[in-house]
């Protein structure tokens, strides 16, 4: 029995089955910053935030609002060594449902929104001209009136205002690492200030083949620092070296690290752009269409398709079970060290207590000799104490202590 006083439908086995680092073949993707699936995510998650700030400030809780679903329209450059023009601004669209007022008294949706987005572009590009180079388009709208209703229905436990499920896993192989820490590592300030040409959009991918590790780097570089294709081509080989050094701090593994592999030289086809950000020229992005909550794309785990981002941090087990999830997982190979893998699921019911969802299952690969029967308890004592506390998460998301990609 939990502190709540009922029984929690808490699943614990052993897989027999090898880990992902053990399989032979690993794929994983990471889509940087600045790459316009990042870039969305990381504005409407920006704009839940600011939402929730406005909502404390008007009524004392967080009022009901998603505002997870958004494009980002790239627009169209002109671009050659040391020169770069914006023709057409990119768009920014933002969709949802949020509400509009409190007692009778407005709040300034639209504006909040726009507000943040432009915030969030900023602090994140640093060659965007948010004022020149982009358009706002907020639609969002007033609230469902039956999610509304369940969002206010409960006075103590929110209430899951949807059905779906949220995925975590423990620990990240070397190439989930490499994929995840290389994208961080080229987009740090500390980077920027040694290779400015670097641009903020960057994606990561990384193939293992047994102890072979390939990494597949495209980043936009940004045209106005590098004067012709023979300084071009030189850049690229010192990020590699920079990458091929970086990655050895990682991994013990052989890597081979390749940047902008669809370049001709003969045809004069160079990744070369005016913002560092490839939606400047065609590229779209979509809300959810990137990482995931841990922030890589893992075909090879279980993975939840939810979108994260945008999604209110009350109530709304997609953004909350999949942070949550992630966090079980971090803990029990922490505090077990004969856990080898740990994989988390967690499924909720519209209308149930957010506490307590329709299962948590958790599934851990254990060292060779190791059994199951020692620790179950423990574990599922560990998921206990996380669901007791499963609030801490939206106090988490508000002061952006998690992220969503």
């Not at 601004?89 to 943040?116: L, N, Q, S, T, W």
């Not at 941090?313 to 803990?331: F, M, R, T, W």
Request: hydrophobic share 40%; proline share 4%; with cysteine.
């Amino acid at each position: 029995m939990n502190s709540c006083g009922f029984m929690r439908n808490i699943t614990v086995s052993q897989s027999k089955a090898p880990t992902v680092g053990e399989m032979p073949v690993e794929y994983v993707e990471r889509k940087g910053l600045g790459h316009p699936d990042s870039l969305i995510d990381g504005i409407v998650e920006r704009i839940s935030v600011k939402l929730s700030d406005a909502y404390m400030d008007a009524s004392g809780v967080i009022l009901h609002h998603n505002v997870d679903k958004g494009l980002i329209v790239g627009g169209a450059a002109e671009v050659s060594f040391g020169y770069g023009k914006i023709l057409k601004p990119i768009e920014v669209i933002v969709v949802g449902r949020a509400a509009k007022e409190f007692k009778g008294k407005p709040i300034p949706v639209d504006e909040i929104a726009v507000c943040a987005a432009k915030a969030y572009l900023k602090e994140n590009t640093r060659f965007l001209d948010i004022e020149k180079e982009v358009v706002y388009t907020p639609k969002i709208t007033h609230g469902s009136a039956d999610l509304t209703k369940i969002f206010s229905r409960s006075t103590e436990m929110p209430l899951a205002n949807d059905t779906s499920f949220g995925i975590g896993f423990a620990p990240l192989t070397d190439a989930e690492r490499l994929a995840l820490e290389t994208e961080h590592f080229l987009n740090s300030k500390e980077y920027k200030q040694k290779a400015p040409a670097v641009g903020e959009d960057i994606k990561v991918m990384a193939v293992r083949e047994n102890e072979n590790i390939t990494l597949t780097i495209a980043i936009a570089f940004v045209s106005k620092f590098i004067k012709n294709a023979d300084e071009y081509i030189g850049y690229k080989e010192r990020v590699a070296k920079d990458v091929k050094s970086f990655t050895s701090k990682i991994t013990g593994r052989n890597v081979e690290v390749m940047i902008n592999s669809g370049d001709n030289r003969k045809e004069g086809s160079f990744y070369i752009t005016k913002t560092g950000l490839s939606c400047e020229n065609g590229d779209d992005g979509s809300v959810g269409r990137g990482n995931r909550v841990n922030g890589l794309i893992t075909p090879f785990r279980y993975m939840s398709l939810e979108a994260a981002a945008g999604k209110n941090p009350v109530s709304h087990i997609g953004k909350i079970y999949n942070i949550l999830a992630n966090e079980i997982a971090k803990d029990a190979v922490k505090l077990y060290p004969e856990i080898k893998e740990c994989t988390v699921s967690i499924v909720s019911q519209i209308g149930r207590r957010i506490d307590d969802p329709k299962n948590l299952d958790i599934k851990l690969t254990l060292e060779n000799g190791k059994e199951l029967a020692p620790i179950r308890k423990k574990i599922v004592d560990l998921g206990d104490e996380a669901l007791d506390n499963i609030q801490r998460i939206t106090k988490g998301i508000i002061a952006g202590e998690h992220k969503m990609f």
